[in-house]
């Protein structure tokens, strides 16, 4: 049977790599499901991954490869926004859609990325709905911690719609190292400017690690951080420091059964032994997409074909929840939540 050639580059090392594991696995669900049905119009779909360890050098090299080499005929579910920026040229030289970048950044909604095809909501609208939230709490001295690339940008940005809207600024905004952030210095910044809230807008374990040592100095001090961090792995890493931390969603509660996209996601995980969490959720949508894509593109895909596929995808049923795309917006989904980490360690909302 030939094989319909996807590819991922993410980072499966590094900073990043329990939310890439667990988007993976969710993207899996739905690929190995629909492959042991038979596949697509008769071809299964290999999903080719490689490890760029959270690089965006490397993701670019990995893209290239998988692009030029491997002859793709989309790539999926990469990570990270200064990794899909380094791969947007790719995409506009050799025609190659990208599917469900695991990242929320705004460069990647406006102005229309012509191969890029979102699957979830900006982190400008998750960082605004943090921030407008803590003031609906009474907490108006937030500080914002960002890191020093183009996502942190691109939620601080967020955060400021927020500030904006609620009337007044963040007590400070502190620009971190977005690999090796000074933690110390930071908490410090946060103490002095007698901040009761942050709002950190960092990947993986650079937000662990603040925030254990944000526990350790001011363990009053609320947390909120982004929808990049709503894994499993992000909880685990966090232990007793996660307690009470708020993380923004971008797909619906992982409990919601009355949904059928929730409830079809959680039988399938329960199958290979997996405990469905929002970052699977994420790239079970994703996966939901791809496969409706190369479907309507009809045996033997062509990025184009798959790329006018996507481009027709309108009002397409997730499980209760619709996603669509035109040649003038490729944003899908506009779903932003909030959740609190519990002290079981779960996700409630």
Not at 137 to 157: K, P, T
Not at 228 to 249: C, D, I
């Amino acid at each position: 049977m030939s094989q319909i050639l996807v590819g991922q580059t993410a980072g499966f090392t590094g900073l990043v790599a329990s939310g890439v594991k667990e988007t993976t696995e969710g993207a899996k669900l739905w690929i190995d499901a629909v492959n042991a049905r038979g596949g697509v119009n008769g071809q299964k779909i290999e999903l080719i991954s490689m490890d760029d360890r959270f690089d965006p050098g490397l993701a670019a090299s990995n893209a290239r490869e998988l692009i030029e080499d491997k002859h793709v005929v989309a790539l999926f579910l990469n990570r990270g926004t200064p990794h899909t920026e380094a791969i947007l040229p790719l995409l506009e030289k050799n025609g190659v859609p990208l599917v469900a970048p695991s990242t929320g950044a705004m460069v990647l909604h406006e102005p229309v990325k012509k191969y890029v095809f979102n699957v979830r909501a900006p982190y400008q609208r998750e960082a605004e709905k943090a921030v407008t939230h803590l003031r609906a709490l009474g907490i108006n001295r937030i500080a914002v911690v960002y890191a020093d690339d183009s996502f942190g940008l691109d939620g601080l940005e967020g955060a400021g719609k927020g500030f904006y809207r609620a009337g007044f600024a963040p007590a400070i905004a502190i620009k971190a190292d977005r690999v090796r952030p000074d933690y110390k210095a930071i908490v410090q910044s946060i103490e002095k400017a007698g901040a009761q809230a942050v709002v950190w807008i960092a990947s993986g374990t650079a937000v662990i690690e603040g925030i254990k040592t944000v526990r350790a100095t001011l363990p009053g001090l609320q947390v909120v951080t982004l929808s990049n961090n709503a894994s499993a792995g992000f909880v685990k890493g966090l232990g007793e420091a996660g307690t009470g931390v708020m993380v923004t969603q971008v797909f619906p509660s992982e409990r919601a059964l009355a949904l059928g996209m929730v409830r079809d996601a959680a039988a399938l995980a329960k199958e290979k032994k997996l405990e469905l969490s929002p970052a699977m959720l994420e790239g079970y949508a994703g996966a939901k997409v791809l496969v409706e894509a190369l479907r309507r593109a009809g045996p033997n895909p062509t990025r184009a074909k798959v790329q006018a596929a996507l481009e027709g995808l309108h009002k397409f049923d997730l499980g209760g929840m619709e996603i669509s795309y035109s040649p003038e917006d490729h944003t899908g989904m506009e779903f932003a939540d909030l959740s609190i980490i519990g002290s079981d360690g779960k996700f409630k909302r």
